[in-house]
């Protein structure tokens, strides 16, 4: 059988996704980016092909993208990752109704896109990289509060008082602010609760710029927290879509492009033949 591949080289993690012949995800795989981004891009392709069984010489086509896609030479071809978020929330949606505005959280930036009823990226805008709302910030709220990134979530419904309120739009400001609200003797969950809703503020403000529609999809690695998930739902009032893996969107539209790319160019080939 044949594969298509996805490699999606973030600035904190690596995603990779495979689909088949018809277009359906055979299997993802999320490492760390780690300083060595070649390296550990190829690693983690090889660790996805032994999970599933596949072959290399069955990956007929692969499309990189993300913020190290050029860095990959191997790959058939380089995408931006706003064109293959764009793709890979189509594919997810379709089970929920369909999408139509993305909102994605990453490790250096946030961004809100709009999508066409094919995919197509129709509006965007990022933030920039030193406000206070990317999963980098996260990283650093739970180091100060010395607790594991994983469990924001549930100090987040933990919180026996209101969310306290996190002014400041710089990360390194805003761990200031975080340092000296734990001096005060605020309790964590309260402090994390405020962290998310200054977060979702900000995240709505930013898709609000490229028009809302009924239903909002979120990916991303900050995806994962579902106390970060709430307090956005709420800043929202509209339904939200998470996807199981909202990590491997972006890797899976790049995997759903090559498969697409791939049988263009055997059409073509056989044109050209006949």
Known sequence: MNYYAGLDIGSTAIKVALVDEDGKLAGAHVAASGSLFYKNAKEAFE?????????????????????????????????????????????????????????????????????????GVTHF?????????????????????????DELGDYHFAAVAAPLTINSTCTVFAESEIIGLLANGHGKGEIIAGIHHSIAKRTVRLAKKVGLEDRVY????????????????????????????????????????????????EREFVADDA
Do not use: W
């Not at 995408?79 to 999408?99: D, F, L, M, P």
């Not at 998470?242 to 539209?253: I, R, S």
């Open 125 to 149: 805008v990022m933030n920039d990289k030193c406000a206070a709302g990317t999963g980098r910030f996260l990283d650093v709220a739970a180091r100060n509060l010395e607790i594991d990134l």
């Open 47 to 119: 660790t996805l092909l032994a999970k599933l069984g596949v072959e290399r010489r069955d990956v007929r086509y692969m499309i990189a993208t993300g913020y190290g896609r050029k860095l990959y030479k191997e790959a058939d071809d380089s995408i931006s990752e706003i064109t293959a978020n764009g793709i890979g929330a189509h594919e997810v949606g379709k089970a929920h109704g369909g999408v139509r505005t993305i909102i994605n959280i990453g490790g250096q930036d946030s961004k809100a896109i709009q999508i066409d009823s094919h995919g």
């Open 218 to 265: 979120f990916d991303g690695g900050p995806a994962l927290n579902r106390g970060l998930v709430a307090a956005i739902q709420e800043e929202l009032g509209r339904e939200m879509v998470v996807p199981k893996h909202p990590q491997t969107t972006t890797a899976f539209g790049a995997a759903i492009l090559a498969r697409s790319e791939f049988l263009a160019e």
